[in-house]
């Protein structure tokens, strides 16, 4: 059995689900098989929201049904025999993982004295530490200090540890006063301020307040924050006045006008984005104006409701919101949240939870956001307008992942943005046709090309391309990387930086390569995107690139030259390309553990090496497998990625004196994130400004 964390509290609405949320990723990180266990759940309110939450976590890999204790009617009937239970299903889930996060209950049944001593009873019986999470909205460093104190009392009255103490939804200018009083050398503490999206109800929740109904808009955006409540019983500008993000704004039926200029505002760049309308009244809109909204497009949900104005705003405000599965802007908020003011990592190594030596697919790409939120770095996305760039960009900005600029028209990127419910606001919108950069570019383009014949009239029409425009940002230090080719193709993208940016000094050729993540390692394939059928000399600097890839992203390089024989077992032109590019990579790089030419059989597998090249330090061990043309990594790499499932994140461009990395067209939301991270760590290791360099 692994470790195991139990995170309880001593009330209601102390942000538990988040600091769950926020230990069951940082586990992720560190362990292969994570788990997680409620041991108190409601038979009669249909599933615990906070349970489906934490298994509907891509690294819990047990059923909802399997991580269930029991019900509050099974604890009132017979305690000791539910505690029983509680046990015996906990063992079940914990012998099949490295780590359990156990998350108490919430303080919607029996008293809370009765039910903090419960929860201590069953934390002690499993041999979990209790991580205490205290609500300190409101509070005093004194006060959750008195509150603590209470807690530890009663959990040595039931033989349980206390482990850590997290005080959260404190106030900024309070945290650091709360931390100091709580925390001790036997027992640290965190605080977590308070984040009002965390409480805010969806626009969904308010429609049930109201029993209304969904009369225009689109119905995902249900899931949408409502962050305030703005009733329009006034006149249109003084509405407008008092908009403010993320509101909901109640008005009646009848004042189709104030309906229009909220849209209107929605819309707009200058004005805030609102949540939803609700109509009040039971008085529907006039015809003309439902069909003006049907033509308009709307996505902004409408509700219509028949209670009166004070009804109405009286049951909207009681309402209260919650993390659950479905709301993806509270789940990236709260795990941003916990990430910023929470050591993760010293927690665990209190629980004692060692690192796994496999990385899964989810350990890469959490180490990949890690890396690049420790040293935040600006990317400019081209593809501003694109509807997957704009919900990574949200993704992104909720998770401090980098500094973005979006290229394109602002307008029309803000618009796209609310008609989606995103919130790009952290990002900064620039046009292409920007005046005072489009010259200034103009000029630095026209210079690096003058040997071809370019002109400044004809460099100004050049950079207006988005692929240019981002990449002249990228070479004068404007942004520190590029990502593009959601839309566009990979010679549209890259072909600026081969004009511009040039190669490193060394390498004679920009290249690619993919991270495979296969089921418990990620292997490192190259060239799978950019050369066709690369010479000897561009095979061993596509080699020598590709092992210090792999080593910047903490892949230990073993390098495997491959082609159809290994050793000197075949004969060929192809065979001898592979040996001389090996031969080449042993001179430029005597420090490399290189292998070639080889099987792909016999660098990978342990057995089949033993066999052919029973000496080698590479052979069955390979991490980083070199193709000798496009056509084969192209086809390897997709042919892994389908047959084995593995996750294939790429490609990514090496080579350059700046990072600029491709999207494949078929790019989800995840893979535009992660190469974003990717080309943020990469120009954290690029550093220093290259104006000048390579003309």
Do not use: W
Not at 500 to 525: K, W
Not at 633 to 660: D, E, F, H, M, W
């Amino acid at each position: 059995m692994g470790s195991s964390v139990y995170i309880a509290s001593v009330e209601g609405y102390t942000g538990k689900s988040t600091v769950a949320l926020g230990v069951l990723e940082r586990l992720s990180r560190r362990v292969e098989r994570v788990g997680v266990f409620r041991p108190i759940v409601r038979a009669d309110a249909g599933r615990d929201y906070v349970l489906e939450l934490l298994t509907g976590h891509e690294a819990v890999k047990l059923s909802y049904d399997e991580c269930a204790g029991v019900t509050y009617d099974e604890v009132h009937a017979n305690p000791t025999a539910a505690l029983d239970r509680i046990v015996e299903r906990f063992h079940r889930v914990a012998d099949r993982c490295d780590a359990v996060v156990v998350v108490g209950s919430d303080y919607t049944d029996i008293g809370t004295p009765t039910e903090f001593s419960y929860n201590a009873r069953i934390a002690a019986n499993l041999g979990s530490p209790v991580l205490l999470v205290l609500n300190g909205a409101g509070r005093t460093a004194e006060d959750v200090t008195t509150i603590a104190d209470m807690a530890s009392a009663e959990l040595r009255a039931n033989h349980g540890s206390l482990f850590a103490i997290i005080a959260n939804r404190v106030d900024s200018s309070a945290a650091a006063e709360v931390t100091a009083a709580l925390g001790s050398e036997e027992v640290p503490a965190f605080a977590i301020p308070e984040e009002p999206i965390l409480s805010a109800p969806s626009v969904g929740d308010l429609m049930g307040a109201v029993d209304g109904t969904l009369v225009s808009g689109d119905e995902e955006l249900l899931n949408r924050e409502a962050t305030g409540l703005v009733v329009a019983a006034m006149t249109m500008p003084n509405v407008l006045d008092r908009l403010i993000d993320g509101a909901v704004v109640i008005v009646p039926g009848d004042r189709p006008e104030v309906v229009l200029g909220v849209l209107m505002a929605h819309s707009s760049a200058t004005f805030p984005q609102s949540s939803g309308i609700v109509l009040n009244g039971g008085l529907a809109l006039p015809e003309q104006v439902t069909r003006l909204i049907d033509g308009l497009g709307v996505t902004m949900p409408i509700v219509a409701t028949n209670l009166g104005t004070h009804a109405a705003t009286a049951a909207l405000s009681a309402v209260r919101g919650r993390l659950t599965r479905q709301s993806t802007r509270k789940v990236t908020t709260a795990l941003s949240l916990f990430g910023r003011h929470v050591d993760g990592d010293a927690l665990l190594d209190r629980l004692e939870v060692a690192r796994s030596t496999a990385v899964t697919p989810l350990m890469f790409e959490h180490q990949l956001i890690d890396t690049a939120v420790a040293d935040r770095r600006h990317i400019v996305l081209p593809e501003g307008e694109e509807e997957r760039v704009l919900r990574a960009a949200d993704i992104l900005l909720r998770r401090g992942v980098a500094d973005l600029t979006l290229l394109g028209d602002p307008i029309a990127i803000n618009a796209k943005a609310a008609s989606l419910g995103l919130d790009v606001s952290a990002a900064a919108l620039l046009s292409p046709l920007d005046e005072e950069l489009r010259e200034k570019f103009a000029k630095e383009y026209a210079e690096r090309r003058a040997h071809r014949g370019i002109d400044l009239d004809e460099a100004r029409d050049i950079v207006c391309d988005v692929s240019y425009f981002g990449t002249m940002m990228v070479l004068l230090g404007l942004a520190d990387g590029m990502v593009s080719g959601a839309a566009h193709t990979t010679a549209h993208t890259i072909r600026p930086a081969l004009e511009v940016v040039r190669t490193l000094p060394g390498v004679s050729v920009v290249s690619s390569v993919f991270f495979m993540c296969l089921e418990n390692q990620v292997l490192v394939y190259g060239d799978c995107a950019v050369n066709p059928d690369p010479t000897a000399e561009q095979l061993a600097d596509i080699a020598i690139s590709s092992a210090a890839t792999a080593a910047a992203f903490g892949v230990e390089p073993r390098v495997a030259m491959l082609s159809y024989s290994t050793g000197t077992s075949g004969a060929g032109t192809d065979v001898q390309k592979v040996s001389a590019a090996t031969d080449l990579v042993r001179q430029r790089a005597p420090e490399l553990l290189v292998e070639g030419p080889i099987q792909y059989d016999a660098a990978i597998d342990v057995a089949v090496a033993r066999t052919k090249l029973p000496d080698s330090q590479v052979a069955g061990r390979a991490t980083v497998f070199i193709f000798p043309d496009l056509n084969t990594g192209n086809n390897t790499y997709k042919a892994v990625q389908r047959s084995a499932g593995a996750v294939a994140v790429g490609p990514v461009l090496q080579g350059l004196r700046r990072p600029v990395n491709d999207l494949s067209r078929g790019a989800l939301v995840p893979d535009i994130v992660n190469t974003v991270a990717i080309t943020a760590i990469q120009a954290q290791q690029s550093g220093g400004q290259i104006v000048g360099a390579g003309r």
